[in-house]
């Protein structure tokens, strides 16, 4: 059974949290003796309010959930002095986006990274790592927790020096055997041991891995990058509430980058100062020539934006 949003209740002890979970329900939940609380769909008041009665004590959101709350008019009303943690996943946390909701959550923090068919986890940043030397990692999915391993992989196959792109490949005691009764699509990502998760990114010189997007949205417009680098520069305008960039098919240059965004409530922003609000925070090459402002983006149950219905609806 799917849940698209529960609020459990963990009763293993008088100091367990208690945690509004966002994405999937597990049998840990169970395991604890949890009460799952069911909603039908995420709403921020809803889940404010779920925070407020129950004293939860743990978040589990994903940016596009975790912005929805931030923005919510009445945020400041609802006592939320319970909540100690707030972990996110599935994908990177805007920094400006982990430093707003830390000045108002007043709470740690906590990252991971992974998949399914790893069992899930592969690297978590921690709450200490959040705030260490002066919030140097927040751009960071984390390093590898024990007993995992992840590498940087080039398109001949050779592994990527400290700081150069390319596909991130894990390993680890939790990896899938394979796809079941799919042997082609097994081959295609389980090579000598390791997964190979189709993510692009890099790891520092430290061992912290970065995230710079899927390799299917990477945009080709005379160069190769990520959307997730403009969206992050977008999102540094307060203004500005949620945010999707993409690439859109272009006979001239492959691609052209085009970006929709949702203004907080009362904003007057139009396209062109968008455009030039971007001007000296990244290359020309990477602002969007167009800019979309609509009332919502389209999500999935989990409040992810669904990216292909967002490039249905500009080229029509």
Not at 249 to 259: F, I, L, M, N, R
Not at 304 to 314: D, N, P, Q, R, W
Request: aromatic letters at 10%; one cysteine or more; hydrophobic letters at 35%.
């Amino acid at each position: 059974m799917y849940i698209p949003l529960a609020l459990t209740k963990i009763r293993c002890s008088t100091d367990e949290p208690v945690i509004p979970f966002s994405k999937y329900w597990s049998l840990f939940h169970f395991a604890c003796g949890e009460t799952i609380v069911l909603f039908p769909k995420f709403s921020p008041q809803e889940y404010l309010k779920s925070i407020e009665k129950h004293h939860v004590t743990r978040l589990s959101a994903i940016p596009t959930v975790l912005t929805a709350l931030l923005n919510q008019p009445d945020f400041d009303r609802y006592d939320l002095s319970s909540i100690h943690t707030i972990s996110y996943s599935t994908c990177p946390m805007p920094p400006e986006l982990i430093k707003r909701a830390l000045k108002h959550f007043n709470c740690g923090f906590q990252q991971s990274y992974g998949m399914t068919e790893m069992g899930s986890i592969v690297t978590m940043l921690t709450e200490e790592e959040h705030i260490k030397d002066n919030m140097r990692y927040l751009n960071s999915v984390g390093r590898p927790i024990e007993d995992h391993k992840v590498k940087i992989v080039a398109d001949d196959g050779s592994e990527c020096a400290p700081g150069e792109t390319g596909e991130i490949v894990v390993t680890g005691p939790g990896m899938m055997k394979d796809y079941y009764k799919m042997p082609d699509e097994t081959k295609e990502v389980m090579v000598d041991g390791w997964y190979h998760t189709r993510d692009m990114g890099y790891l520092d010189e430290n061992g912290y891995l970065y995230i710079s997007g899927r390799k299917s949205d990477m945009i080709i417009s005379a160069v190769k990058y990520f959307p997730l680098e403009v969206e992050n520069v977008l999102r540094m305008r307060e203004d500005i509430a949620e945010v999707c960039v993409l690439g859109v098919p272009d006979d001239y240059w492959g691609e052209s980058v085009q970006a929709v965004v949702v203004l907080r409530p009362g904003s007057k922003l139009t396209p062109e100062e968008i455009r030039t609000f971007c001007r000296g925070k990244i290359a020309g090459y990477k602002i969007p020539k167009k800019v979309y402002i609509w009332e919502k983006l389209p999500k999935n149950t989990t409040g992810k934006v669904c990216k292909a219905e967002v490039l249905k609806k500009i080229e029509m």
